[in-house]
């Protein structure tokens, strides 16, 4: 039997981590703090494709890997498969993801102004939201590298919030 860790303290683990690097140890230099999140999930994804691939043979190409990635990894990980997997056969690739478990949950308050009241919602309170969200979203960039890392793929992963919970991990496989 697998051990597994509830659902909820992966989420306030998550939550915490973010916290504390974005307010505390790094407050005043948030890619200092996305790059030391970034660099935990690395760490997470490289064990964690250790375990999962134990007793499987090496893959042959990228486009194996990937697959590895989207099918088996991400439904030990989050519980279900990537929802669309694009490539450009040249190095690079797209995994969306239409309910990332760890943006489902999520909202953001909106920014306060003038003794506490609300603003209007507009591109600079959304623009706001959406660099929070991000922040969110290193740890997992650092999962999927650090996971392509033991499978002997160097690559760069990045993410967008197209609209949450959705989410696309943009995979640039370095040559």
């Known amino acids: 039997m697998g051990r ?13 981590m973010v916290s504390t690097y974005c307010n505390r140890f790094y407050a005043t ?9 970034e660099a935990i999930g690395y760490q997470v994804g490289h064990q964690l494709s250790e375990r999962y691939t134990m007793e499987r043979p090496r893959f042959s190409d990228h486009l194996e890997a990937i697959k590895f990635i989207c099918k088996d990894f991400w439904s030990e990980v989050f519980k279900k498969q990537i ?7 040249r190095g690079t690739f797209v995994l969306q993801d239409n309910r990332f478990r760890w943006l489902a949950r999520m909202s953001v308050d909106p920014p306060t102004e003038n003794g506490g ?4 919602p ?19 960039c650092g999962i999927i590298r650090g996971a392509l890392s033991n499978l ?7 993410a967008d919030i197209s609209s949450l919970p959705a ?3 943009v995979i640039r ?3």
Do not use: W
């Open 4 to 16: 597994e860790v509830s659902e909820s303290c992966i989420d306030s683990l998550l939550t915490e």
């Open 29 to 37: 230099k948030p890619e200092l703090a996305a790059r030391r999140i």
């Open 83 to 89: 929802d669309n997997l694009k490539t450009n056969h």
């Open 117 to 120: 009241l609300p603003q209007d």
């Open 122 to 140: 507009s591109a600079l309170a959304e623009n706001e939201a959406t660099q929070l969200m991000s922040m969110y979203l290193y740890f997992p």
């Open 152 to 158: 002997g793929i160097s690559c760069a992963v990045s």
């Open 167 to 169: 989410c696309s991990f």
């Open 173 to 175: 496989i370095k040559a």
